[in-house]
Every structure is written in structure tokens, then in C-alpha cells.
């Protein structure tokens, strides 16, 4: 059995290619299900997936998970480390940079970075408390609620994609959004915002990502994975 660490596009869509069982982090409370067997949860760390894998007979580990939930990605690494388990990174290929881009190594950087006063946030609710001492005006959009602490003039805007590059032309301007914050999560499905901004000249602070483990194998597109599946014996 193949073990998809799962929770975005193309978790799921592997998962419909292959015989699985994808695992979400349980973090969103009405997420996306992909096709067959499907587990929520955490794994209780390194040593709990590692346990996890020997009892479930796991013959291959994809890592399908969002290109920043770097510490998922180094637990699962090290559980098939322990137990000889194949181990593959699944990643969308990142943002082509552009002009105008602001390229930070973090979410704090990019609070210590913000050119603008009306900012358009879209780095997701678990990073509001990096904002939380900034004097700008924020538009936060994310799927679930946040919690405090949180920058304190702030809209939060609950809303899952995809986004035309129409809709969102039409959101900064109602807003009169003058700098775009993001991360480089990469997909045309997130691209939208990108293309607005730059018809709209605005400046844009990009988080890198995180890097992978070293040693990690990894993979741009599912039909890389599937064929690694086949190479790996899965």
C-alpha cells in the first residue's frame, strides 16, 4: 500500500491514479477528500509514523503536502528513513519571478519588509501573529477563521479559490490594496492574484520556500510520481 501525505490538487489527483490511502493533517475543517481510503490526524510525531508505516505494511511514502508544511515533510523523511520505506516529495513547480517581486526567506521578514499601507495578505491564518505589530491596514483572505494575535486593523475575507485574475483585479481595488503579500506555493491555480497585482503595478513580497530535507527525492508532477511508483516497486 502507498501512504499520499496529502491536502492539495495534486494529492488528490494521484490518489485517483493510484491505490492509496491519503492521510490529512486535519488542519481545515471541511477539506477537499480525495478518492478512497482516506485517514485525518496527525501521526504523533517521527516515531509514531514510523510505527505507522511497519503496522500498515506502507510500501511507499509520496509527500504530497503543501510546499511550506516543511516539518511534516522532515517527519516523514526520517520515519521511511528508520524503516527503509521509499520516500518521495511531490512539488508544484514555484513562482517565475517577476519584476517588482520582494523575495524574503520568511513570514517574518516579510512583516519587517511591508513597502505598502494597505496590505493584501494571502499567507494563511496560522501566520497572522507575524503581522500582529504592523501599523498597515490588512486584508487577510483565508479558508478558516484565525485566532489572535493578529494584526489589529484587519478584514479577514474567508473565501477558497480558485481566483479569476478578474475577481481579483476587482478585490484590490475595492480595497485599494497597495501591496500584495504571498507566499511561493506555486500553481495557476494561485497565480491570479499575481497577474492582478502586476496589471495593477503594485509591489509584491514573496516567502521562499522551505527547503527539503536533504538526501530527499522529489518530483515536479504527478506523472513523475506515478512513474516513480512503478520504479520503486510500489
Same mark, same amino acid.
Given at each position: 500500500?502507498?501512504?499520499?501525505l %496529502?491536502g492539495?490538487g495534486e494529492?488528490?489527483?494521484?490518489?485517483? $491514479?493510484v491505490?492509496a490511502?491519503?492521510?490529512?493533517?486535519? $488542519?481545515?475543517?471541511?477539506?477537499?477528500?480525495?478518492?478512497?481510503?482516506v485517514?485525518? %490526524?496527525?501521526f504523533?510525531?517521527?516515531s509514531? /509514523?514510523?510505527?505507522?508505516?511497519?503496522?500498515?505494511?506502507?510500501?511507499?511514502?509520496?509527500?504530497?503536502?503543501?510546499p511550506f508544511?516543511?516539518?511534516i515533510?522532515?517527519?516523514?523523511?526520517e520515519?521511511c528513513?528508520r524503516v %527503509?520505506?521509499?520516500?518521495l516529495?511531490l512539488?508544484?513547480p #514555484?513562482f517565475?519571478?517577476r519584476?517588482?517581486?520582494?523575495?524574503?526567506?520568511?513570514v517574518?521578514?516579510?512583516?519587517?519588509a511591508?513597502?505598502?499601507? $494597505?496590505?493584501?495578505?494571502?499567507? #494563511?491564518?496560522?501566520? /497572522?501573529?507575524a503581522?500582529? #505589530?504592523?501599523?498597515?491596514?490588512?486584508?487577510?483572505?483565508m479558508?478558516e477563521p484565525?485566532?489572535?494575535p493578529?494584526p489589529?486593523?484587519?478584514?479577514? /475575507?474567508?473565501?477558497?479559490?480558485?481566483?479569476t485574475?478578474?475577481?481579483e483585479?476587482?478585490l484590490?481595488?475595492?480595497?485599494?490594496i497597495?501591496v500584495?503579500v504571498?507566499?511561493d506555493?506555486?500553481g495557476?491555480?494561485t497565480? =491570479?492574484?499575481?497577474?492582478?497585482?502586476?496589471?495593477?503595478?503594485?509591489?509584491?513580497v514573496?516567502?521562499r $520556500?522551505?527547503?527539503?530535507p536533504?538526501?530527499?527525492?522529489?518530483?515536479?508532477?504527478?506523472?513523475e =510520481?506515478?512513474?516513480w /511508483?512503478?520504479?520503486?516497486g510500489?
Amino acid at each position: 500500500m502507498i501512504l499520499i501525505l %496529502g491536502g492539495t490538487g495534486e494529492a488528490r489527483a494521484l490518489a485517483e $491514479r493510484v491505490p492509496a490511502v491519503s492521510s490529512l493533517a486535519g $488542519r481545515v475543517r471541511e477539506p477537499r477528500l480525495p478518492v478512497g481510503e482516506v485517514r485525518i %490526524g496527525g501521526f504523533g510525531g517521527v516515531s509514531g /509514523l514510523a510505527q505507522w508505516l511497519r503496522d500498515n505494511d506502507i510500501h511507499a511514502v509520496v509527500d504530497a503536502t503543501h510546499p511550506f508544511a516543511a516539518q511534516i515533510t522532515a517527519n516523514a523523511f526520517e520515519a521511511c528513513q528508520r524503516v %527503509g520505506v521509499p520516500f518521495l516529495v511531490l512539488r508544484r513547480p #514555484g513562482f517565475a519571478p517577476r519584476d517588482g517581486w520582494t523575495w524574503v526567506g520568511s513570514v517574518a521578514e516579510a512583516a519587517a519588509a511591508l513597502p505598502g499601507s $494597505r496590505v493584501f495578505l494571502t499567507t #494563511g491564518r496560522q501566520d /497572522l501573529s507575524a503581522f500582529a #505589530g504592523c501599523p498597515q491596514w490588512f486584508l487577510a483572505r483565508m479558508v478558516e477563521p484565525p485566532e489572535p494575535p493578529m494584526p489589529h486593523r484587519i478584514e479577514v /475575507l474567508l473565501s477558497r479559490g480558485p481566483f479569476t485574475v478578474e475577481s481579483e483585479l476587482s478585490l484590490m481595488r475595492a480595497h485599494r490594496i497597495d501591496v500584495l503579500v504571498t507566499k511561493d506555493s506555486g500553481g495557476a491555480m494561485t497565480s =491570479a492574484k499575481l497577474d492582478a497585482a502586476q496589471e495593477l503595478a503594485l509591489p509584491v513580497v514573496v516567502v521562499r $520556500r522551505p527547503p527539503l530535507p536533504a538526501g530527499a527525492e522529489a518530483v515536479a508532477t504527478v506523472d513523475e =510520481a506515478v512513474s516513480w /511508483l512503478g520504479t520503486a516497486g510500489a
